[in-house]
């Protein structure tokens, strides 16, 4: 099933190209196996899609109409810190959700690595809030 956001895009707080690896499930730790995932992070979720949208795609703008993105998080009650103990990796981060899915993005340019910490961290303290 799609995550809602996908038919509201005024609620995409920011997107980008990020390197991304999975490293639990359900509290079961995963072999890592980074990749460079186009991100997604709006309404209550963070989205994951294997392809960026297409340069000048219609209205969306984040996503092609009809993509199916890769996997979705919830990040109500998700966890933030800086993943600099579970990566050699420089700027790296770390999201733990409540279901125990854990994941590092990262990416080399540590401003960028900054902006998604300061968004990811507004919209779970928003959905604290809630
Ligand atoms: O945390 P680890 O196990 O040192 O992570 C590294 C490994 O996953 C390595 O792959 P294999 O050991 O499965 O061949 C990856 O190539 C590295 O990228 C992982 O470490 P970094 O420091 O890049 O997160």
Redesign the pocket.
């Known amino acids: 099933d799609l995550p809602q956001v996908l038919e509201d895009p005024h609620e995409v707080e920011k997107s980008g190209l990020l390197n991304v ?1 999975k490293i639990a499930q359900g509290g079961r730790k995963l ?2 196996n ?1 990749a460079q995932l186009w991100v997604v992070l709006a309404g209550n979720s963070l989205v994951f899609y294997r392809e960026p949208p297409p340069p000048m795609a219609p209205s969306s703008g984040w996503a092609p109409a009809g993509s199916r993105p890769e996997s979705s998080v919830d990040l109500r009650g998700a966890a933030l810190s800086h993943g600099r103990h ?4 420089r700027h790296v981060l770390h999201i733990r959700t409540v279901p125990g899915h854990e994941f ?1 993005l990262q990416s080399d340019q540590e401003g960028e690595l900054r902006a998604w910490r300061r968004a990811l961290r507004a919209v779970i303290e928003r959905l604290e809030r809630e």
């Open positions: 690896t072999r890592k980074w579970l990566s050699s990796r590092l």
